[in-house]
Structure formats: structure tokens, C-alpha cells
């Protein structure tokens, strides 16, 4: 077992469901310009960066040149995949056969690519897989089902599934601290901050029949919550690209908002005859650039 490292990750039910049943996805790349309030999609730069029948999804930058993602192969299994944007190389940093591995990211040292893996008997727990080629660790033997995850201060945040599921902050081995029930499937640390930002689903608002889900923070010294609004309706995915602006998708239109104001703008549309419903994202401040999940047609 790793010492000093924990785990976050959230999970629904409807993540356990689509481990069975991924549809068809590729990663596009687009570029960017400009910082904070200023940001700005140069939306006629976006195109495929995977062109395959199979799932490429959960894209998370590693470093200033390269990002990992999860790909199945033809037989279904889902690997976890480098891509460097400085060779245009695709590399397996894992091919495991009796196994999937979904939700790659950094941890906090930058000695492991963490990753949720579904196990030969169906446990979804959460791995370490060493930089440096060493063969993968598990780190919480006793945490199943986790799903989603993102890390702070070399611990992490949990999904934990159950009755209900549970948001959970993982101080120390069996000191697990709950921070909220009922939660959506967006964990993430907010940029420069002690924060874990997530969707409340205890704190709903409908508009033209779709669900608009609170966007909540809690800060992990001071064990207070903060409001940010709430989400576009019915996308569940979002991510910081600084420490006051969040983005979120809907169709195949990306919007910005200041976590300040309560109103989202558009930063234009995608235009694609081949893919549609942008879902997951991963944002680059050094190259500029925004990769993100579409669905196939």
C-alpha cells in the first residue's frame, strides 16, 4: 500500500451500467486563447484527435505536453492510453487483458497514473500505476465500488456507491470524511484552492424540463461549503480552466462561467457532421488547447 496517498473519486450507478454498454467516442482537440474572463474557443482549429469505432473518453493532461485517456481495443477492454502533443504518438502505458482501466489521472507527487479498474470479479477499485514502468499497486483494498476521482494535497475525494452514495474525503486509512450525499458525477479540485468542487443533486432547479443541478465547493481545511451556481441544464460534466472560471458543454456548444455570476456564456459551437454531444473535457494552459469527448453518429 502507498503511505501518504489517498483517494477521492465519486461514482453513480449509471457509471456502473456504462462500463457494460460504452458507446462509440473520439477525443477532439481545439485551440485556445486568452486567460480567465478573457478565454476564447477558436472553434474553425477543432478537429478528430482519435478517428476509431471504439470508446476513446476521459481525457486528463498529465504535463505541459502530454495526456492520458481510456481506450478500448476491439475485444472491449479499456486501457489506459498516453498521447504526446509534441510527437503525436499514442502510447499503452497499460494492456491488460483480464481488466479495464478507466479515469486516468496525475496524482499529486507525479510518481503514479491513478485509474479506476475493474477487477477479473467485477470490483472497481482504485489503482497506482508507477511512472516508471513498475508494475500497478492497488491502493485501498477495502474502498469498491469508486468511480471518478480527482486528488488534493496527495489524498483524494470518493464516490462511494451504497444507500445513499456518498461523497467521502479519505484523510488517512479508516478515516474517511464525509462530505455529501447524493452527488452528480463531476469531482474536482478547484485550481490553486483546498477545494473539492461537485454537483449537488439535493439542490435541483428545472427549466424547459431539464434538470439544472447545484454547483457546490467544500473546503478541506476550513470544512465549509461555498455556492457556485449551478450547472447548464442537463450536462453533467465540468471542469476548472483557472481557479474562478468553470466550462461546461451542452450539445456540441461549450460555455464559460465566472463563479461569481450565475449565468453561462457560450463560447461558440462545434461543427460536426460525424459527432455529436460534447460530454468530458481536459484543458491545457501551457499548449492552449481544449480536448474533449464527442459522440460518434
Request: proline content about 5%; some cysteine; glycine content about 6%.
Amino acid at each position: 500500500m502507498l503511505k501518504n496517498i489517498s483517494l477521492l473519486a465519486f461514482l453513480s450507478l449509471g457509471f456502473i451500467q456504462s462500463l457494460h454498454a460504452q458507446g462509440a467516442s473520439d477525443l477532439w482537440v481545439v485551440d485556445t486563447e486568452g486567460k480567465g474572463g478573457k478565454f476564447k474557443l477558436l472553434t474553425q482549429t477543432a478537429n478528430p484527435l482519435t478517428n476509431r469505432p471504439e470508446y476513446d473518453n476521459q481525457p486528463n493532461f498529465i504535463n505541459d505536453s502530454e495526456m492520458v485517456f481510456s481506450a478500448a481495443d476491439q475485444k472491449g477492454n479499456h486501457d489506459i492510453i498516453l498521447y504526446s502533443f509534441r510527437t503525436g504518438n499514442f502510447t499503452n502505458l497499460s494492456k491488460s487483458p483480464d481488466r479495464s482501466e478507466y479515469s486516468p489521472n496525475l496524482t499529486d507527487c507525479k510518481q503514479y497514473i491513478s485509474a479506476v479498474v475493474v477487477e477479473p470479479d467485477g470490483k472497481q477499485r482504485l489503482w497506482l500505476y508507477p511512472i516508471i514502468g513498475e508494475a500497478p499497486e492497488l491502493l485501498y483494498d477495502d474502498i469498491a465500488p469508486v468511480g471518478y476521482y480527482d486528488w488534493y494535497d496527495n489524498k483524494a475525494a470518493m464516490f462511494v456507491l451504497g444507500e445513499p452514495n456518498r461523497l467521502v474525503y479519505a484523510r488517512g486509512k479508516g478515516d474517511l470524511q464525509e462530505i455529501s450525499k447524493n452527488i452528480g458525477r463531476s469531482v474536482k479540485n478547484r485550481p490553486n484552492t483546498p477545494e473539492i468542487s461537485f454537483l449537488d443533486r439535493n439542490d435541483l432547479e428545472s427549466t424547459e424540463g431539464r434538470e439544472k443541478v447545484a454547483i457546490k465547493s467544500f473546503n478541506l481545511k476550513t470544512n465549509t461549503f461555498r455556492s457556485l451556481g449551478h450547472s447548464l441544464p442537463g450536462s453533467q460534466d465540468l471542469i476548472w480552466i483557472d481557479k474562478n472560471h468553470l466550462l461546461m458543454a451542452k450539445g456540441n456548444e461549450i460555455f464559460i462561467k465566472n463563479v461569481k455570476d450565475s449565468d453561462w456564456l457560450s463560447l461558440g459551437k462545434i461543427e460536426s457532421s460525424t459527432h455529436q454531444n460534447i460530454s468530458r473535457m481536459a484543458y491545457s494552459p501551457e499548449l492552449n488547447k481544449l480536448v474533449f469527448v464527442m459522440n460518434r453518429n
